[in-house]
Each structure stands twice: as C-alpha cells, then as structure tokens.
C-alpha cells in the first residue's frame, strides 16, 4: 500500500496542549504509521517525546501515513492542526 501526503501550515507556535492533541488522534490509528516532517526533521506522530520538537514551531510542515485508514488519520490531524477541533 502506497502512502499519502499533506502539507499543514501551522500558524500559531505549537504548545504542548496542541501536541497531546495530535498524538492522542495519532494513537487513534492502530495500523497507521504517521510522520510530521518540519525543518529538516521527521517526527513520529504517535510519539510525545518525538512531536515535543514541534513545541514552539509556526510554519509548513509535511505529514505523511502510510497503512490502514490514512486518510482518515491525516484528515483528523489536519483539523487539529488548523484548529478546527478542541
């Protein structure tokens, strides 16, 4: 199964109360893997330790899934992005 891509551009610096949002959706998708890439640096999306680098960022930032209900998950993490769930 091929993976998909998105691009997100993040307008407010992220805080970690954004991040716990997008892990816990991450974590929604079992079989899915899900990477953020933002200046140069992939991230596992389903991993706080790893998304706590977009702490503080504003800007594009690229994220792919590949497996199971991919575009389900970017869709969902997209909306988190832009704000768009609380």
Do not use: P
């Not at 993976?3 to 949002?21: A, D, H, P, V």
């Not at 330790?49 to 998950?73: E, N, P, R, V």
């Amino acid at each position: 199964m091929e993976g998909m891509k998105t691009y997100c551009f993040l307008q407010e610096k992220m805080n970690s109360r954004t991040i716990s949002k997008l892990v816990h959706k991450a974590n929604e998708f079992e079989e899915c893997q899900i990477y953020f890439e933002f200046d140069n640096c992939q991230m596992n999306a389903k991993s706080m330790l790893s998304m706590s680098k977009l702490s503080g960022m504003a800007g594009l930032c690229c994220i792919t899934a590949q497996g199971q209900d991919q575009q389900d998950s970017l869709e969902g993490i997209r909306q988190i992005c832009a704000g768009k769930l609380v």
